[in-house]
């Protein structure tokens, strides 16, 4: 006669074994209908399956946020069913719920378009509307590998006999189609209900090998409800027209090419604000009492081994052999061990510390070409990289500064708030538990004097510490982790490096990692899309054209576009022969930001017609003084303070 304890805390006795089904139709009928999935002890499972001892049981319901894995676990199934109803032969491989929708690998031999979309979409709203429960079923393990390569199902055959031994074997049905699956799975098809969408296709390897056979993927969308749906489908939309890969194109700022996979060609507008951003960081950092260093790019393996990197980074790290040395030499793929090493170049003493280092250092990480996206995701980037040397005493006086600089830097780029993440331990770590308790209590204890609300990330530290992660969220209402901050006892410990103590003894320092905007190439391409390419003037490459409406004006123009130089803008001058409309639209286009347009009357008088991005009306204004208001507007945020 199990116990059934409810969140209220009520205990609720039934007689023998028992269902979700059963304790919510017990409750009322609201939740019976609502129940989508009973969470027993922790563990989500299906409504009808059997509980026999005591336990403490939820409900998740439509109305809760953990229902979206669960509807898009479904809907990937109902995808790979309707797939293989109306393409027989397909043979369905993996099929997982994903960050706001789900997709399925299928093995067919012509691959899916999408074309094909339409149809299988249409198909699923019909398996929809048959509303067929998913049922559980245990198979013996030979009989299921039997059973899936006689349908010629040899993927599935295949993902059964990897299988740990001891891992029992469930087939989920829904009416008459079947597939392996963990589960839990809703009550019924019509669960899932018709808030989906199929979005795109594309193609992936069995297994993420190259070796392997070539898949044929579709992705697709799917939320609780139509309104949900809608607003994703809408901020789908906008993110497009903000592509930073877009935008960039138009603005002329940069490229990539095969020859290059993963890195990119800054051109000359694109390095201009790539430049601004550094110059900025640089000033901040160096107000905030760091000092700036260089390491080198090529290490031997024999540092990264040292430090516990070569265990953890070996396979994305870039290789070079030295034949004549016998040397294996890295490209870095960070830069911490390569900082330790000119802390412990001298004596160092405690009344040094803190100790603030920072490098705009170059990084290089292996990223297989398919998880490669535009400047958002590279194999070669430039980390706004520091690291802080401290007693233990002062890192919650260090974490409370550093999240201050933080939030100046993220408000003068536009992100008026972000949130925390709190990662802690992972399984596989280096160091003492003892070391660890320590880290984790400090960086709480600097979170608390911050006044720093966060949410726990559990398991998700660094090898050698917890860290803080930074979130920031867009225009648009997406969320990027850009900054860092890590309490690492380890690799000091490691690489050995140590100051000596006002008793005169030697001491390890704490080692606080730390990164505001994190990986330069990511954080440009976030400011493309947060500002959709209309740049605050400050950061605009190109922050004033000077156009012609005739040729009469060219050296009045000339004249003008060299004082707003003196001054320090960015300008160019435009004195093609193309009218002024096309002038005003082609710059538009390029989200140049201010334009100063000049003809003879302008020239006779000195003047000049300000017009701004966005907006159709002009500001008639002397030269002196358009140079001097322009010139107030592109002062950078930390220099009008």
């Known amino acids: 006669m199990p116990a059934i304890t409810l969140p209220d805390g009520s205990v609720r006795s039934f007689e023998g074994a028992v269902t979700g089904t059963t304790i919510a139709e017990a409750i009322g009928p609201g939740l019976a209908r609502a129940a989508l999935v009973a969470v027993v002890n922790g563990a989500e499972l ?14 998740i319901t439509r109305k809760d946020e953990a229902a979206l894995e669960l509807i898009r676990h479904d809907a990937a199934h109902l995808m790979a069913e309707a797939v293989q109803s109306l393409y027989p032969g397909t043979q369905v491989t993996i099929g997982p719920s994903i960050e ?11 691959p899916f378009t999408p074309e094909d979309l339409p149809a299988i979409e249409a198909k699923m709203r019909e398996l929809v509307a048959r509303a067929e429960k998913f049922t559980r079923e245990e198979w013996d393990r030979d009989v299921a590998i039997k059973f899936f390569e006689d349908k010629g199902e040899r993927f599935k055959a295949e993902l059964i006999r990897d299988l740990p031994g001891s ?13 392996l699956c963990r589960g839990p799975h809703l009550r019924s098809t019509a669960d899932i209900g018709t808030a989906f969408k199929l979005q795109k296709t594309a193609g992936a390897y069995w297994r993420g090998n190259a070796k392997n056979p070539m898949l044929s993927r579709i992705y697709g969308t799917a939320w609780r409800d139509q309104k949900e749906l809608d607003a994703y489908l809408l901020q789908q939309e906008e993110a497009e027209r903000r592509d930073h890969r877009k935008i960039g194109r138009e603005m002329d700022l940069f490229h990539i090419q095969e020859e290059a996979v993963g890195s990119i060609f800054w051109h000359p507008k694109g390095w ?6 550094e110059s900025y960081i640089r000033r901040k950092q160096e107000a905030n009492g760091y000092e700036e260093v260089r390491t080198p790019q090529l290490v031997d393996r024999k540092l990264w081994e040292k430090s516990g990197h070569w265990d953890k980074y070996r396979k994305n790290m870039f290789i070079a052999e030295v034949v004549e040395e016998e040397s294996t030499l ?46 958002m995701r590279v194999r070669a980037f430039t980390q706004d990289d520091a690291h802080i040397f401290c007693t233990e005493d002062q890192i919650v006086g260090e974490v409370v500064k550093f999240v201050a600089l933080l939030d100046e830097v993220y408000k003068d780029f536009g992100f008026e708030s972000f949130t925390v993440k709190f990662s802690d331990r992972p399984e596989e770590r280096a160091g003492a538990d ?17 006044g720093l609300p966060y949410t726990l990330n559990p398991g998700e530290g660094a090898f050698y510490g917890p860290k803080l992660e930074f979130v920031l969220r867009d225009a648009i209402g997406r969320d990027w982790q850009c900054g860092t901050m890590q309490v690492d006892y380890v690799l000091p410990e ?5 100051y000596v103590t006002s008793e005169s003894s030697r001491a390890r320092p704490v080692m606080l990692h730390r990164a505001i905007v994190g990986s330069f190439e990511r954080f440009l391409g976030i400011l493309i899309e947060q500002y959709a390419g209309r740049f605050p003037l400050w950061l605009a490459p190109t922050q004033v054209v000077v156009a012609t409406i005739v040729s009469d004006a060219d050296d009045y123009a000339g004249e003008v576009a060299a004082a707003l130089q003196a001054a320090g803008l960015a300008v160019e001058l435009d004195v093609t022969n193309q009218k002024i409309q096309a002038k005003i639209r082609d710059h538009s ?53």
Request: aromatic share 8%; glycine share 8%; charged share 30%.
């Open 46 to 59: 299906d409504m009808s399956r059997e509980i026999t001892e005591d336990s403490a049981v939820k409900f």
């Open 100 to 110: 706001n929708g789900f997709y399925y690998d299928f093995h067919r031999n012509e």
């Open 167 to 179: 891992e029992k074997i469930t087939i989920y049905r829904q009416g008459e189609w079947l597939d």
């Open 272 to 277: 201009k604000l790539y430049r601004t951003v």
């Open 330 to 375: 890295a490209l870095k793929p960070m830069n911490c061990p390569c900082h330790v090493q000119i802390f412990k170049q001298g004596l160092r003493s405690y009344r040094q510390l803190p100790i603030r280092m920072a490098e705009f250092g170059a990084c290089h990480r292996y990223e297989p070409s398919g998880a490669l996206h535009g400047i």
């Open 434 to 450: 003892a070391d660890w308790d320590r880290a984790e209590e400090a960086l709480k204890g600097a979170c608390e004097a911050a």
């Open 494 to 498: 490691r690489l050995d490096a140590e």
């Open 589 to 641: 286009l390029h989200h140049v930001p201010n334009i100063l347009v000049v003809g003879r009357k302008e020239a006779e008088e000195r003047k000049v017609a300000l017009r701004r991005l966005g907006g159709a009306a002009q500001e008639i204004l002397g030269l002196d003084e358009a140079v001097a208001l322009l010139k107030g507007e592109a002062i950078p945020p930390d220099l009008r303070k």
